[in-house]
């Protein structure tokens, strides 16, 4: 569900190749998208 202040984006985190997760972060800016790799 979405959040009324609007103050998370989208964070994919690439596990392995072919795995990811999805989640909202508050550390990304609403309306960005951000990608990460796992370590």
Not at 5 to 26: F, K
């Amino acid at each position: 569900m979405a959040s009324k202040d609007a103050s998370c984006g989208i964070l994919v985190t690439r596990l392995h190749p072919g795995r990811y997760t999805v989640a909202l972060d508050e550390s990304v800016p609403f309306g960005e998208t951000y990608e990460a790799i796992a370590a």
